[in-house]
């Protein structure tokens, strides 16, 4: 019964912590706003959290969770390995479109980032989320071109992904992210 209680307190602070981090910003968000977000006492988090830093860190392993169980979903339904490669762009478009409470600012996990200090262990997460997702467009593009086209395509699809990403959260709508999907279908149309 202890147990059920402990997870489903962690439950509730990592879905607070994540509406507050996103709309707030982690600096901004104190551990007060989270627990009264939470509707648990403070004490519960320093139960399930060792600090804030471990909390964060929870949160951007979540967002990485989520992401990769949208993409999944999506490349499910891929026939070849291009559609692997636009299934991470529709991933990307289904997060921003996910209803947000103060609307769509970008990627979670590089606004987090953003406010990291160089060598946190979450922003050493970010990293290797983005390398994961690069690797991933690697992995589909390799079946479809020389691994040096491959390679290099991906980078770019890369740079693509993530400018699109920064536009649309400034623009508060998956419009761009749309258009890069377009524009990566070209690209690797022509491979």
């Known amino acids: 019964m202890a147990e059920s209680r402990t997870g489903s307190a962690r439950t509730r602070l990592l879905d607070a912590a994540a509406r507050l981090f996103y709309a707030r910003g982690v600096t901004a968000t104190g551990i007060d706003a989270i627990t009264n977000e939470a509707g648990v006492a403070k004490m519960s988090l320093y139960n399930n959290f060792a600090s804030k830093d471990e909390l964060v860190d929870a949160y951007i392993q979540a967002r990485h969770e989520e992401w990769l169980g949208l993409y999944?979903?999506?490349?499910?339904?891929?026939?070849?390995?291009?559609?692997?490669?636009?299934?991470?762009?529709?991933?990307?478009?289904?997060?921003?479109?996910?209803?947000y409470d103060h609307g769509f600012r970008g990627c979670g996990l590089l606004n987090a980032a953003a406010e990291l200090p160089v060598g946190a262990p979450g922003r050493e997460a970010v990293r290797r989320h983005k390398e994961q997702v690069e690797s991933i467009l690697t992995e589909h593009l390799t079946a479809a071109a020389p691994a040096d086209v491959a390679i290099a395509t991906a980078e770019q699809l890369s740079f693509l992904l993530e400018g699109a990403m920064s536009r649309a959260g400034l623009d508060g709508t998956p419009e761009r992210l749309v258009r890069a999907r377009e524009m990566a279908a070209t690209v690797v149309g022509s491979l």
């Open 72 to 99: 999944q979903q999506r490349v499910a339904e891929a026939g070849s390995p291009i559609d692997g490669v636009l299934a991470v762009f529709d991933a990307y478009i289904d997060h921003a479109s996910l209803a």
